[in-house]
């Protein structure tokens, strides 16, 4: 076995973070904090009693038991779901091991709520709780399966080669060797379920499944973010919140990790046998599942809409809409994520780790409640900013800052602070060193925290309904608003183009995590 050895590039002098780097940081982290405190300005300023009252009701207790119900159920199926396909396609000689793997990666492009627009077009009928946790599922199982299958192509089989000559057999194996190593990846994908369930609106609307944030959405609707909004998104921040505890309390201070490279030798995959073929129907079944529904419905309705329902005037003007949303936000939010990214990469202190804390605390939070307190600090105090791009802009930027701040954050790590002093050294100064040396050699990364933003932005509904100007047709709105009225044929379109748009980031996402893999 090779052993391989690091060397550890210490932050320069030349390297820390300025007074201008820290004082743009620290303006992102106070914008991050406007929820949260336009939560606690609004429980405040209704008084305790009234507080109380709305949060201690019947229809609380009601989304309470629904939404926990949801998450209590669909994450773990999410787990058996994406372990197992994981561990079938990269430990067992299933036939199109790799053909399956950018499959199961796909659902991803296909937003949740058109999702559920697919399996309602076939089941009417469609609704409750099975239901929502059934589109769950099929939207969200490639957050853990990601995570999962890269984690068994790093893990050294020698280990599990050796269990297996002491007599265990590949279910002992599993359990007792390989499972324990994915702790940190189905934690971590079960969190980001977790949290997309709780922020989701359009899916579980669709479907007629009452959570904290189609309760919220309804009631923003009838009283303009009234106190009774602010009540419910309290209790939606709240369950957000002990999510993130419990994940941490979870993951503890487990590290999975080894010293060297491992064997340099292909992993000895299981042989199914006979056992082939049902698990060849248990992958295609998934697939058709979460991928087939959606697609089928989407070319059945196009079918029988015909050339009418390609109107290509709204078409695009809503894609033209979308694109520049999307390129802007893009652009804006990777912009923002180099002030906290070169903190957190450059400074190993605990102002440090706030900062890039704090980002990551407001990704808990759903664009709805973002967007709510949006709408209140610009109604309330900046009158001239409400219903502007501008503000859909800095919103877009507070929900997906934290997506961006992960790739940006993974390439400033990588880059020599030597290099930048030998650049002060020269003669150049900071802005200078850090487009001509920094910036060239953090573009990749740049570019992929830009992709994440761009497709998010680009299939984004919640938020984009509350606080877009009038006139304002992105396709995701265009799309809700014809489905709503059950157009579907009329809203396929625009389905189809939203996955479109999203698969070359799918596709980006499936090999970053191979290559992260040293696949």
Not at 96 to 116: D, E, I
Not at 302 to 318: C, P, R, T, Y
Not at 407 to 427: C, F, I, K, T, Y
């Amino acid at each position: 076995m090779t052993v391989r050895t690091a060397v550890v590039d210490r932050p320069g002098r030349g390297s820390r973070p300025g007074p201008f780097v820290t004082g743009v940081a620290l303006l992102l982290v106070a914008a991050t904090f406007v929820p949260l405190g336009y939560i606690v300005y609004t429980l405040l300023e209704t008084g305790p009693h009234e507080t109380a009252q709305l949060i201690f009701r019947a229809r609380v207790g009601e989304l309470l038991r629904n939404t926990v119900s949801l998450v209590v159920l669909t994450v773990p199926i999410c787990v058996v779901l994406g372990v197992g396909l994981a561990w079938l396609l990269e430990r067992t000689d299933v036939p199109g091991s790799a053909w399956w793997g950018p499959v199961f990666a796909a659902p991803l492009a296909v937003p949740a709520f058109v999702n559920s627009y697919g399996w309602v077009s076939v089941f009417p009928a469609l609704h409750g709780l099975g239901a929502g946790v059934l589109i769950a599922t099929l939207s969200y199982f490639p957050l853990v399966y990601l995570p999962a299958a890269a984690t068994l192509r790093r893990l050294d089989p020698a280990v599990e080669e050796s269990a297996r000559a002491l007599g265990s057999g590949p279910v002992a194996v599993f359990v007792r060797i390989v499972l324990p190593q994915l702790r940190l990846a189905i934690l971590g994908g079960g969190l980001l379920i977790a949290l997309h369930l709780l922020a989701e609106y359009g899916a579980f609307a669709m479907v007629r499944f009452a959570t904290f944030t189609t309760a919220i959405f309804e009631q923003y609707q009838s009283s303009f973010a009234g106190p009774a909004a602010s009540g419910l998104a309290s209790v939606l921040v709240l369950c957000c919140l002990v999510l993130l505890a419990g994940e941490a309390t979870a993951r503890g201070q487990a590290r999975y990790a080894r010293i060297g490279s491992g064997a340099p030798r292909a992993v000895r995959r299981v042989r199914l046998g006979g056992t082939a073929i049902p698990v060849l129907a248990v992958l295609a079944a998934t697939a058709v599942a979460a991928l087939g529904v959606p697609l089928w419905t989407i070319l059945r309705w196009l079918g029988k809409g015909g050339a009418a329902v390609w109107d290509w005037a709204d078409i695009g003007e809503s894609l033209g809409q979308t694109l520049g949303l999307a390129v802007a936000a893009a652009v804006i939010t990777t912009l923002c994520a180099f002030p906290v990214a070169w903190i957190a990469v450059r400074s190993d202190t605990v102002f440090a780790r706030l900062i890039e804390g704090a980002n990551y605390i407001t990704s808990s939070l759903p664009g709805i409640v973002i967007a709510l307190a949006m709408v209140t600090v610009t109604i309330r105090w900046l009158p001239g900013v409400y219903q502007t791009t501008a503000m859909v802009l800095a919103a877009y930027t507070l929900m997906f800052l934290p997506r961006a701040l992960v790739s940006v954050r993974a390439g400033l790590a990588q880059v020599p602070v030597g290099l930048e002093e030998v650049s002060r050294a020269l003669g150049k100064s900071a802005p200078a060193t850090f487009f001509r040396v920094t910036l060239r050699l953090t573009a990749p990364a740049a570019a992929t925290s830009a992709a994440l933003v761009f497709v998010a932005v680009a299939t984004e509904l919640t938020a984009t309904l509350l606080l877009a100007p009038i006139g304002t047709r992105t396709l995701a709105m265009r799309f809700w608003s014809l489905s709503s009225e059950l157009d579907y044929a009329a809203a396929a379109p625009y389905a189809l183009i939203m996955i479109l748009v999203s698969v070359p980031v799918t596709y980006l996402l499936f090999t970053q995590s191979r290559k992260a893999a040293g696949v």
